[in-house]
Nanobody, 115 residues
């Protein structure tokens, strides 16, 4: 069984910052990628940022310059740091982990940015 535990969501003020963390546990092999997606009402789930092995990252244009993603391979955790938050960042954020034969999702954590 593989479990993804997300933390860091909540209510923040516009212009503020937050950090989302995701920890993978259970029977899991070598992780290929760890990242974060988000979904707001009426929209499809979209990529926010992903950490690819080898230090390579992919960050969405909507958060580029405001978001940083990092991964701790030993702890099997991924962290998304977001600064200068805007109301458009309001969404449910989902942790995503891809392995050789499978893909796993967190249950989602709500991020609300208020002005």
């Amino acid at each position: 069984q593989v479990h993804l535990v997300e933390s860091g969501g909540g209510l923040v003020q516009a212009g503020g910052s937050l950090s989302l963390s995701c920890a993978a546990s259970g029977s899991i092999g070598s992780i290929n990628t760890m990242g974060w997606y988000r979904q707001s009402p009426g929209k499809q789930r979209e990529l926010v940022a992903v950490s690819i092995s080898g230090g390579i990252t992919d960050i969405a244009d909507s958060v580029k310059g405001r978001a940083t993603i990092s991964r701790d391979n030993a702890k099997k955790t991924v962290r998304l740091q977001m600064n200068s938050l805007i109301p458009e960042d309001t969404a449910v954020y989902y942790c995503n982990v891809r392995v050789f034969r499978n893909e796993y999702w967190g249950q989602g954590t709500q991020v609300t940015v208020a002005s």
